[in-house]
């Protein structure tokens, strides 16, 4: 049976490096998992109202993260955090209290930035907002991208050499991973 992935980019840009990066790590994914790219450019602004009646598209937004057996998380970084949108979107699938639909779910950080230290504070940051909520999230290797134009080739695979075995490398401990939690 298939092992699916719910994928958080944190990027609503058309052309997010982010976006590009993960669809060429999915390529390197064995076929038995499925990847799904969460909506999450129609979501509210989160407000603790909400938690009286949710809205429709943040209760999609549970479903799909519960309804998945992982999670991948590609991010780029603003401001050395995490974008306002991902953690707008985890906010929002993280209540009503006690309704968590991240609880327990298996993860992985990875993103790619044009700075020089390649998403690495916001992981950071990202890290530490997982671990409150209960998301076993692959330690090792971790995955700072810098991106250059020449990263991603015109067929979207990763176009080096060193980086697509780096990148296969981190995929092969994900699935992995993901495959120890799986039911
Ligand atoms: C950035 N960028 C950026 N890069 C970085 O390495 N560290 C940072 O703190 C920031 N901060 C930041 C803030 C804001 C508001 C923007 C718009 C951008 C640059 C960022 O890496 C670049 O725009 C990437 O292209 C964003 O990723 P996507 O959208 O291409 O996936």
Redo the contacts with the bound molecule.
């Keep these: 049976s298939q092992i699916k992935i719910a994928v958080l980019?944190?990027?609503?840009?058309a052309?997010?490096?982010?976006?590009?990066?993960a669809r060429a790590v999915e390529k390197l994914a064995p076929d038995d998992f499925a990847f799904r790219h969460l909506q999450l450019n129609d979501l509210p602004l989160y407000s603790q109202d909400f938690d009286a009646a949710y809205p429709a598209t943040a209760t999609r937004l549970k479903k799909d993260v519960e309804g998945a057996d992982g999670l991948l998380f590609v991010t780029?970084?603003?401001?050395?955090?995490i974008?306002g949108v991902l953690k707008n979107a985890i906010d929002i699938a993280s209540r009503p209290w006690g309704t968590n639909s991240f609880a327990g779910k298996p993860a992985a950080v990875i993103g790619?930035?044009?700075?020089?230290?390649?998403?690495a504070?916001?992981q950071q940051h990202l890290r530490n907002v997982l671990a409150y909520l209960d998301v076993p999230t692959l330690a090792q290797p971790e995955v700072f991208i810098h991106?250059r134009d020449d990263l991603i080739a015109d067929d979207g695979s990763i176009a080096s050499d060193g980086t697509r075995k780096f990148l296969q490398g981190f995929v092969d401990d994900y699935v992995a991973w993901i495959r120890r939690f799986a039911r």
């Design positions: 980019v944190g990027s609503l840009r052309d997010s490096f982010n976006r590009r990066l780029p970084e603003y401001n050395r955090s974008p790619t930035s044009i700075g020089s230290t390649g998403t504070m916001a991106f």
